[in-house]
Every structure is written in structure tokens, then in C-alpha cells.
């Protein structure tokens, strides 16, 4: 066809649904771009990104699909059949499943076991990613952490152990469990999937295990015995005062008979002061009620317990007229002779903060304070407190964020949240885990164990099992097997119903909907043929293996940029492409994307098991590669020789 009568149309326009249009007629004639090229410039764009970070990845996915679709690259009638693939309908039962377990008590029994572990690290290490390992294999491997979280932290802090030397482990635990079943990562459900859609029968739920099994022990081993003395030891973090300086911050300010904040709610107070300073709680005769339960109007002789700076004392002292008293009230009358009027305010503060810093840490108990991190997908990211309206929408108080390992300074109202940060929340014990879960955020060590019903945890299992028992007996496909059993689960009441829609990551959902049309394309277009020919040219004088170790190490680096499941989808292809190139087996080539694809251990936002402890452990980014380089070496030394030894050539 001659540039003047080319026009776009997708990879073989053909029935795509794409109108074409003439490019010389639009002065356009330097667009006529190959299909394979486009699919290049687009795949392209979204890893960019997707490093970039400056939107979500599941918005990033979908205008790839979108433009994909314009470019007439994925026909149209075909953009949105990634909702319903198969893949993407196992991975929303599994997260169904996984919060089924929570919920029931399966995970709390065993986490109760494991806070009996006693001082040993080395134990500690052991029992801790060994579950995690363990859990990881069954349920979703971000599931799975964020369940033990709570325990380490705990854990940590009752043995006055560094969680920094805890939290990378489990969280790269997390991950090598993930490799040992179909269902325990999405990479191995969409390589799963896309062998069926080649040769017409998928793996099953235990065809990663023998390899996946023997990486995950390796790593474990090597994690216990060597890794966890290449991860920072950051002091200071395994108590609440320690991570936020509370006992710095939280200070008395007494209504005086000339204070402006007499006779006002807690609520008009807030809106007098235009801040989002929260009352911890309210002391009047010697009784303190929480400050979220105090309703009434403020009397002289109240004492605010509350969170506040020397910035916000003098803000306070001057709106308000609430003045900051010391610990002992012959201290604070002292001061109040001996300091001048026009020096009133900077003593009382002074006296405050010195105060705060010399005694012992306010008393917190019965206020309900809970840390919590802010994960990947948490509605928080980028926003204020005022935009999201905590205390008005979620019944929360912001007390202090803590952010790689130190509380921020800046004031609570001006503070935009980070996926990992640390926050000290204040609210209502009934109310505080169904808000946190609404949010997005995991609670840290203030969260309690709580055993879920035993009819229910009995159940749950039987269901797991039975769904199980289908898949490994071929009566059932993976996806409508784990969406029988989801199905049951929420229809018995081990869910509620209500929470299994929460339990679905919905970003997650998106993300592969759209991305598995676009790596189709990269397939149709001859894109992946490209790059396996490539890789082809490279290794033609060198064994088959040495094309694999580069097809790991590919697909590796890539998954520490992007998501774990769009580095499957795009690496899928290719891996067929050279298994076609070479003459030899399919099923090596995809294991070793399979297992590549779920060892995100260089870089906190890899996987979002990184992101969520970094941090509750205070890491910064160049401490993930110390631990996670050598642990992907020791992977990909493992896992090369058994793919050939399980799945030959």
C-alpha cells in the first residue's frame, strides 16, 4: 500500500471497529507507524507512567486501553472483555476468600501462636516469615501481611525489638509464598490462564509447587540465617511514644475565666480556630471523657488534653485564650507571677514543652488512639484531612503521621498523605476499624486479636477445600471454583456481604481488565515476536538457559517498576515467542515468568507488600536492594535449574 492511500487501522484493521481515515488528506503522513511500533510508543508511555507515579496505576492501564483502542490497535468491541476474563474474575474470589479467613478466625488462631515466640530474633524471623510464607501460598500475599502486621509490631515492641529487622522480611516472605499455588499471586493465575488461551489447558492450582515450594525455603533460609543483617536497624521505633515524641507534644490548655473558648462546643472551637488540632480529651472535676465523646459546651476549669506545637500553643493562646499550663499547678501558678504580661504567653508555652519533655508520657489509655499505615490504594493519597473530612465523614481525630520512620512536623491541616505513611488516629472503638477499612489504611499494634466464630472458621475451611478438591479433580476451571466458593461464604455469613465488595481491590481489578487487551495486542501486533527475535540474535551462540536467565532478569526489573501482574501480562508473550523461536516447551519459558514476575524485592513501590512496611519500619528507599538483591539472586539461582528439572525443554 502506497503512503497516500495508508490508513490507521488496528494491527490487521479488519472487522476491527476502527474507522480508518486517510493521513495525506490530514497532512499526517509521518503518523503511518506499524501496529508493533505503536504498541511500543503505548507500552512505552505506561511504563513511564507507571514509574512516574504521579497517577494510579489502574488510571494509568486504562487510558493504555483506551488509546489502545483509538489507535486501533485493540478492536473495540474487545476493549472491556478483560472484565471479564478469567484471570481477573479468580483474582476478585481470591480477595473475597482471603478477607473470608480474616474474618472467621483462621489467621487470628494462628497469630496468637505466634506472639508466644519469645526473645529469640533469629526465632522471631523464623515463625514470622514462615508463616507469612505459609499463609501467602492460600490467600492474597498482601492479605496475608497485612494480617501479621499488627503481630509484629506488637511482637516488636513487647521485646523491644527493632521492627526494621522484622517488617522487610515478612514483607518479602509474603511474596515467596506467593509463588507456591495458582492462587496465591496474580502472576500465576494469568500465566495460568494464558497457557490455556495457547495450548488449550491452564496449570492447576498445584503446578507451581514444586518449584515454587523449594524458591520460597531457600529464600526463607537465606532471610533467617543472612538477609535480615543486610536491613537498617532503626532505632526508636518499636513504641508509639517513641515513633510520634508524644510525650513532646501532647500538652493541658485550661479554659480561663476570660477565655473566648468558654461556652463553646468542641466542634465550634475547631471552627473558630480554623484548624484540625484534635482534642484527645476533656477534663472537668477530675473526670476525662475522650474528646470525640464530649459534646457539651466548655466550661471554666476544663482542661484540654490535646495534640499541639509551640505554633499552635501561641495560635491557640491568641484566638482562643486557652492558656497551656505545666504538670503540677504550683509549677503553673509559679510561672504565672513571675512572668511579665508581655511575656506570658512564650513562658507558659516554654514551661509546657519543657515540662512534656521532663515527665513521663501523658497517660493515653481509654482514648482509643490506633496507628494505622496508609496502603497503596487508600483513598487518603494525596489529600488533606479537610478533603477527606475525618472527623465528619469517619468519626476520626488525626493525632501525628510518621513518615520513613519520623514524625512530621508540619501542621496535621497541611499535611498531603503518602501511600506507607504511619498514622496516629484517635476514634471510636466500635466505630474505628470500619472507618480505617473504608479509608484504606491496615491497623498497626493497637489492633486486637479477635476469634472468630467457631461454626463459621469450620466453614470457611470446608468451603477452601472443597474448592480445592474441584480444581485438582478438573471438575471445576479456577475462576468459576473460587467464585463457587466465594459465592458460599458470603451467602452463609462468614462475610458480610458488605465487606466482600470492600475485600476486592478495585484498582487491582482495573489494572488487569485493562492490560490484559493491550498485551494481546502486543502479541497480534508482531511486537513480542520483535523482541524475542531480538533475544534470539543475542543467545543464538549460547545455550537456551542463558536466554531464560536473561528472560528472568528482564521480567524481574521490570516488576520492580510496575505492577507484578502487568509485568506477567507483558512479559507472557514474549516468553512464547522465544519458546516458538527455540523449538522447545512453552511451560519453562512461562515459569520463569511466572517466578520473575513475583520477586519485586529491589524497590519500596515493586509490590505493595514493600510500600506498606516502609513506613512502620522507617526504611528509605536504597534499603530494599541491600536485602532484596542478594535474595533475588539466590531466587533466580534456585529457581532456573528446578524450571528445567520440573518442566524440561
Known amino acids: 500500500m502506497s503512503a497516500e492511500d495508508m490508513s490507521v487501522e488496528s494491527s490487521g484493521a479488519e472487522g476491527s471497529g476502527v474507522e480508518s481515515f486517510n493521513l495525506e488528506a490530514l497532512g499526517l503522513e509521518w503518523l503511518a507507524l506499524s501496529p508493533s511500533t505503536l504498541v511500543f510508543i503505548v507500552l512505552g508511555l505506561t511504563l513511564v507512567a507507571f514509574i512516574w507515579g504521579r497517577f494510579r496505576y489502574d488510571l494509568v492501564a486504562l487510558a493504555a486501553l483506551?488509546?489502545?483502542?483509538?489507535?486501533?490497535?485493540?478492536?473495540?468491541?474487545?476493549?472491556?472483555?478483560?472484565?471479564?476474563?478469567?484471570?481477573?474474575?479468580?483474582?476478585?474470589?481470591?480477595?473475597v476468600l482471603s478477607r473470608g479467613f480474616e474474618r472467621s478466625g483462621v489467621v487470628d488462631i494462628i497469630s496468637n501462636q505466634v506472639l508466644k515466640v519469645g526473645e529469640n530474633l533469629l526465632l522471631q524471623l523464623l515463625v514470622l516469615v514462615g508463616t507469612v510464607v505459609l499463609l501467602s501460598g492460600i490467600m492474597n500475599n498482601v492479605g496475608a501481611l497485612a494480617l501479621l502486621l499488627p503481630v509484629t509490631m506488637r511482637l516488636a515492641r513487647e521485646h523491644n525489638t527493632s521492627p526494621s529487622l522484622l517488617l522487610m522480611p515478612l514483607a518479602f516472605g509474603s511474596l515467596l509464598g506467593g509463588l507456591t499455588t495458582l492462587i496465591g499471586t496474580p502472576p500465576n493465575i494469568i500465566i495460568s490462564s494464558y497457557r490455556r488461551d495457547v495450548t488449550g489447558e491452564a496449570f492447576s492450582m498445584f503446578s507451581f509447587s514444586p518449584v515454587g515450594i523449594a524458591v520460597a525455603l531457600a529464600g526463607l533460609v537465606f532471610i533467617v540465617l543472612v538477609g535480615w543483617r543486610l536491613t537498617p536497624k532503626r532505632s526508636g521505633q518499636a513504641s508509639t511514644d517513641e515513633m510520634f515524641d508524644t510525650a513532646n507534644y501532647l500538652v493541658e490548655?485550661?479554659?480561663?475565666?476570660?477565655?473566648?473558648?468558654?461556652?463553646?462546643?468542641?466542634?465550634q472551637l475547631r471552627d473558630e480556630l480554623d484548624e484540625t488540632i484534635p482534642v484527645l480529651a476533656v477534663v472537668r472535676d477530675d473526670n476525662r471523657r475522650a474528646g470525640y465523646n464530649f459534646h457539651g459546651a466548655l466550661e471554666e476549669g476544663d482542661i484540654l488534653l490535646l495534640e499541639a506545637g509551640p505554633d499552635e500553643l501561641q495560635m491557640l493562646e491568641d484566638k482562643v485564650g486557652l492558656s497551656a499550663i505545666a504538670e503540677l499547678e504550683e509549677e503553673a501558678e509559679a510561672t504565672e507571677h513571675t512572668a511579665s504580661d508581655e511575656e506570658g504567653v512564650k513562658a507558659g508555652t516554654d514551661e509546657a514543652k519543657g515540662a512534656a519533655q521532663d515527665h513521663q508520657p501523658v497517660d493515653t489509655e481509654g482514648l482509643q488512639l490506633i496507628e494505622a499505615v496508609v496502603r497503596n490504594d487508600s483513598m487518603m493519597i494525596n489529600r488533606s484531612v479537610r478533603q477527606l473530612r475525618l472527623n465528619h465523614q469517619f468519626g476520626l481525630h488525626l493525632v501525628a503521621v510518621a513518615r520513613d520512620g519520623g514524625r512530621l512536623k508540619q501542621r496535621l491541616r497541611d499535611i498531603r498523605f503518602k501511600n506507607g505513611d504511619v498514622l496516629l488516629l484517635q476514634?471510636?472503638?466500635?466505630?474505628?476499624?470500619?472507618?480505617?477499612?473504608?479509608?484504606?489504611?491496615?491497623?498497626?499494634?493497637?489492633?486486637?486479636?479477635?476469634?472468630?466464630?467457631?461454626?463459621?472458621?469450620?466453614?470457611?475451611?470446608?468451603?477452601?477445600a472443597l474448592a480445592i478438591i474441584a480444581m485438582l479433580l478438573d471438575l471445576l476451571p479456577a475462576a468459576v471454583a473460587m467464585s463457587t466458593a466465594a459465592l458460599i461464604s458470603l451467602l452463609i455469613g462468614v462475610l458480610p456481604l458488605r465487606e466482600g465488595y470492600q475485600a476486592i481491590d478495585g484498582p487491582v481489578i482495573v489494572l488487569l481488565a485493562a492490560m490484559i487487551p493491550v498485551g494481546e495486542a502486543l502479541d497480534t501486533?508482531?511486537?513480542?515476536?520483535?523482541?524475542?527475535?531480538?533475544?534470539l540474535r543475542f543467545g543464538s551462540d549460547w545455550p537456551v538457559v542463558v536466554t531464560m536467565v536473561g528472560l528472568f532478569l528482564l521480567s524481574m526489573l521490570l516488576s520492580n517498576v510496575v505492577?507484578?501482574?502487568?509485568?506477567?501480562?507483558?512479559?507472557?508473550?514474549?516468553?512464547?515467542?522465544?519458546?516458538?523461536?527455540?523449538?522447545?516447551?512453552?511451560?519453562?519459558?512461562?515459569?520463569?515468568?511466572?517466578?520473575?514476575?513475583?520477586?519485586?524485592?529491589?524497590?519500596?513501590?515493586g509490590h505493595q507488600s514493600n510500600t506498606?512496611?516502609?513506613g512502620p519500619g522507617g526504611y528509605r528507599f536504597g534499603d530494599y536492594w541491600k536485602l532484596g538483591l542478594p535474595l533475588s539472586l539466590v531466587v533466580l539461582a534456585v529457581a532456573i535449574p528446578l524450571i528445567l528439572l520440573v518442566w524440561p525443554l
Do not use: W, Y
Not at 431 to 450: D, M, W, Y
Not at 583 to 598: G, K, Q, R, T, W
Open 66 to 95: 483506551l488509546g489502545s483502542v483509538m489507535l486501533g490497535l485493540v478492536p473495540a468491541e474487545n476493549a472491556f472483555m478483560g472484565f471479564g476474563h478469567p484471570a481477573v474474575i479468580t483474582v476478585a474470589a481470591v480477595l
Open 563 to 605: 505492577n507484578n501482574a502487568a509485568a506477567a501480562l507483558l512479559m507472557a508473550p514474549i516468553a512464547v515467542s522465544l519458546a516458538n523461536g527455540f523449538d522447545v516447551s512453552l511451560d519453562p519459558f512461562l515459569m520463569v515468568v511466572a517466578v520473575s514476575a513475583s520477586c519485586a524485592f529491589l524497590t519500596p513501590i
Open 525 to 535: 501486533s508482531g511486537g513480542a515476536d520483535l523482541i524475542a527475535d531480538a533475544l
Open 253 to 267: 490548655l485550661k479554659v480561663g475565666e476570660e477565655s473566648k473558648a468558654k461556652g463553646l462546643t468542641l466542634q
Open 427 to 464: 476514634g471510636s472503638e466500635n466505630e474505628i476499624s470500619e472507618s480505617l477499612a473504608s479509608l484504606g489504611c491496615l491497623p498497626l499494634a493497637s489492633r486486637e486479636l479477635h476469634l472468630g466464630q467457631p461454626r463459621k472458621l469450620v466453614m470457611s475451611i470446608a468451603i477452601f
Open 612 to 614: 506498606l512496611v516502609l
